[in-house]
């Protein structure tokens, strides 16, 4: 069983920071794909940012600049450093593994959601 869990979230002033880590645990022998993907009410889940075991990056147009995202392969954690928050930042957040390699196989999986709340 692959599990991720997430922790960072909260409220925070629009300028301010903050920190979302997401650990995954389970037999996991590799994580090909780690990211981060936002859902704010009335709205499609979106992609924010996304790096591969290797630590090449990707980011959405609504994080450049804003948002870094790292990971630790040796702790299976994957991290995203918010800096210059907007409200328009306000949504939950989920943190994604793609193409686990765990002792069960290979799978997906998706963390239960952080909540990110900016106010102005």
């Known amino acids: 069983q692959v599990q991720l869990v997430e922790s960072g979230g909260g409220l925070v002033q629009a300028g301010g920071s903050l920190r979302l880590s997401c650990a995954a645990s389970?037999?996991?022998?590799?994580?090909?794909?780690m990211g981060w993907y936002r859902q704010a009410p009335g709205k499609q889940r979106e992609l924010v940012a996304s790096?591969?075991?290797?630590?090449?990056?990707n980011y959405a147009d609504c994080a450049k600049g804003r948002f870094t995202i790292s990971r630790d392969n040796s702790k299976n954690t994957v991290y995203l450093q918010m800096n210059s928050l907007k409200p328009e930042d306000t949504a939950v957040y989920y943190c994604?593994?793609?193409?686990?390699?765990?002792?069960?196989?290979?799978?997906?999986?998706w963390g239960q959601g952080t909540q990110v709340t900016v106010s102005s």
């Open positions: 389970g037999s996991i022998f590799s994580i090909n794909l």
């Open positions: 790096i591969t075991g290797g630590g090449s990056k």
């Open positions: 994604s593994a793609l193409g686990v390699l765990y002792v069960g196989g290979v799978k997906d999986a």
